[in-house]
């Protein structure tokens, strides 16, 4: 029996996972920051018992992100967070104290679609600026794993709302076209439209 009644097979497991260069317990000179050291940082490698093998190499990394994660921030933050003891408690920290919300880009973002006419812009310049918000919106929005029903009828509300978006910003010039392609049933895509006013502009352009 090994010292302190460690197992030997568990003994030379624990130095192997030290050694593997793959392993999150890794460490040398020429380590970098992040290199296989996330688990520090989002939890997934908590703090082992203190009887744990792995106990002295755990404490070694964790404050060795610690010191990547201090040394990134001003000296006046690094301060305020020397009273904790984890790599983990201080992300969480700084992702309290600095994480902002949401609500004032997605509402800058909702107030340019409101505004947004195509005016003396051609088509494909405003269909560009139009899709750009919208596609910047669609990242603010969860993402659902449904696969039912429900969510088709979702996806459909929402490209009809881009349709519909971008029909009410076109010049009265489209008009006639406007109003046809909403007697359409169903409504095309937002895609498919845009390629019919594209054809109405080229027509237009050439009979002048």
Same mark, same amino acid.
């Given at each position: 029996?090994?010292?302190g009644?460690?197992?030997?097979?568990?003994?030379?497991?624990?130095?192997?996972?030290?050694?593997?260069?793959?392993?999150?317990?890794?460490?040398?000179n020429?380590?970098?920051?992040?290199?296989?050291?996330?688990?520090?940082?989002?939890? #997934?490698?908590?703090?082992?018992?203190?009887?744990?093998?792995?106990?002295?190499?755990? !404490?070694?990394?964790? =404050? /060795?992100? @610690? *010191?990547?994660?201090?040394?990134?921030?001003?000296r006046?933050?690094?301060?305020?967070?020397?009273?904790l003891?984890?790599?983990?408690?201080?992300?969480?920290?700084?992702?309290?104290?600095?994480?902002? #919300?949401?609500?004032?880009?997605?509402?800058?973002?909702?107030?340019?679609?409101?505004? !947004?006419?195509?005016? =003396? /812009?051609? @088509? *494909?310049?405003?269909y560009?600026?139009m899709r750009?918000?919208?596609?910047?919106?669609?990242?603010?929005?969860?993402?659902?794993?449904?696969?039912c029903?429900?969510?088709?009828?979702?996806?459909?509300?929402?490209?009809?709302?881009?349709?519909?978006?971008?029909?009410?910003?076109?010049?009265?010039?489209?008009?006639q076209?406007?109003?046809?392609?909403?007697?359409?049933?169903?409504?095309?895509?937002?895609?498919?439209?845009?390629?019919?006013?594209?054809?109405?502009?080229?027509?237009?352009?050439h009979?002048?």
């Amino acid at each position: 029996m090994a010292k302190g009644g460690q197992d030997p097979s568990n003994q030379a497991a624990a130095q192997a996972s030290v050694e593997d260069s793959s392993s999150s317990f890794y460490l040398n000179n020429a380590d970098h920051p992040a290199k296989n050291k996330l688990g520090f940082v989002d939890g #997934s490698f908590s703090r082992p018992p203190i009887d744990d093998l792995l106990y002295g190499s755990w !404490l070694r990394c964790n =404050s /060795m992100v @610690i *010191s990547w994660i201090l040394n990134s921030v001003n000296r006046e933050i690094a301060d305020s967070l020397l009273y904790l003891s984890t790599a983990q408690e201080i992300w969480s920290d700084l992702r309290d104290r600095f994480q902002q #919300s949401n609500a004032p880009r997605i509402f800058q973002i909702k107030k340019l679609l409101n505004g !947004l006419q195509q005016g =003396s /812009m051609e @088509i *494909s310049t405003y269909y560009t600026r139009m899709r750009t918000l919208w596609d910047e919106l669609k990242e603010f929005q969860p993402i659902s794993v449904c696969q039912c029903g429900a969510m088709k009828d979702w996806v459909n509300y929402h490209n009809q709302e881009c349709s519909m978006q971008f029909l009410m910003g076109l010049n009265e010039s489209y008009a006639q076209n406007r109003a046809q392609i909403l007697m359409m049933d169903p409504l095309p895509t937002i895609s498919k439209i845009f390629s019919l006013i594209m054809q109405e502009e080229r027509q237009q352009f050439h009979s002048q």
